[in-house]
């Protein structure tokens, strides 16, 4: 072979062995080329699932949400109307029911004034069916004791002329405590006023003039323990009470004069002051202030 023949040959192998390298270099870039693309491809259809995930779970989520809202404002709503009329259904028996007090305030009143005048009245009545009484208290009650006869014994005792025509009733009334050891009190019902405030003024006169041999059982021919006896209006229960205080009061605060004249209660500190009427209870009081 010459040598020109083993240049060409040479050339030639040369030639062959770059064409076979460069087509290897194109088929390596071709695969490259590929995996990336794949690799991409799978990343934007990665992206796009999670994508599709997200607004997926968004959306149940906020259906779900949405759907929990309403049903919580719906509750709400059937809560606060329920609240509401319970309310309002308040409010009006609140309204029957001051309505209703006031009505029991309006009748109290008008029944406490009608009270208040029936007690006036009722008062004024027993004070004029007791101004013809005498109550006699403290004589010692005897087995078949002539009553009569005592208060004849009593008028005498006063210097009193009686006209047994002028007695209406005569006899002892209960106590007002049947515990009580005090003997039974005697009314005496005279026929006027007139009659009455005679034998009370002759009580009364006959005490001062025989001090301090007040009127006692001897007096009446009574025999036995020496007794006290007292003579007096025939009091209401109320107006007794209240004479029963003043004594005690006048005793403990040196009062010197307790009486009871046409059922007022009336005290004196001495002689040299002026009478107080006790109207009620609290003058007592009153009185200690001063």
């Given amino acids: 072979m010459s040598c020109d023949e083993k240049l060409q040959r040479s050339s030639r192998l040369k030639k062959s062995s770059n064409s076979a390298s460069q087509h290897t270099l194109r088929q390596k870039n071709s695969d490259s080329v590929t995996i990336e693309q794949i690799e991409a491809l799978l990343d934007r259809n990665v992206s796009t699932f999670k994508i599709d995930v997200v607004q997926e779970v968004h959306t149940m989520v906020t259906k779900e949400f949405n759907h929990t809202i309403n049903k919580l404002e719906s509750d709400f709503t059937v809560a606060t109307d329920f609240l509401q009329k319970g309310q309002d259904d308040l409010l009006k028996e609140l309204e029957v029911a001051n309505n209703k007090i006031k009505t029991l305030e309006l009748e109290r009143t008008t029944l406490k004034s009608?009270?208040?005048?029936?007690?006036?009245?009722?008062?004024?009545?027993?004070?004029?069916?007791?101004?013809?009484?005498?109550?006699?208290?403290?004589?010692?009650?005897?087995?078949?004791e002539n009553l009569l006869h005592l208060i004849q014994k009593l008028y005498d005792t006063v210097n009193v002329t009686l006209d047994t025509n002028c007695i209406c009733a005569v006899c002892r009334i209960a106590k007002i405590n049947p515990k009580s050891d005090r003997p039974?009190?005697?009314?005496?019902?005279?026929?006027?006023?007139?009659?009455?405030?005679?034998?009370?003024?002759?009580?009364?006169?006959?005490?001062?003039?025989?001090?301090?041999?007040?009127?006692?059982?001897?007096?009446l021919g009574i025999e036995g323990e020496y007794r006290a006896i007292y003579v007096n209006e025939h009091l209401s229960s109320t107006t007794k009470k209240l004479y029963a205080e003043a004594r005690k009061f006048a005793k403990d605060n040196s009062y010197k004069y307790v009486w009871v004249k046409y059922e007022r209660v009336y005290m004196r500190k001495n002689d040299n002051e002026s009478a107080l009427l006790i109207r009620d209870f609290s003058n007592f009081e009153k009185l200690k202030v001063k």
């Fill in 114 to 144: 009608n009270i208040e005048s029936l007690d006036r009245r009722l008062m004024s009545v027993e004070k004029i069916s007791r101004s013809h009484n005498v109550e006699i208290q403290m004589v010692p009650e005897k087995r078949h």
């Fill in 184 to 219: 039974r009190n005697i009314l005496l019902t005279l026929q006027t006023e007139r009659q009455r405030d005679i034998l009370l003024s002759a009580v009364k006169r006959y005490n001062k003039a025989n001090h301090p041999n007040h009127l006692n059982s001897t007096c």
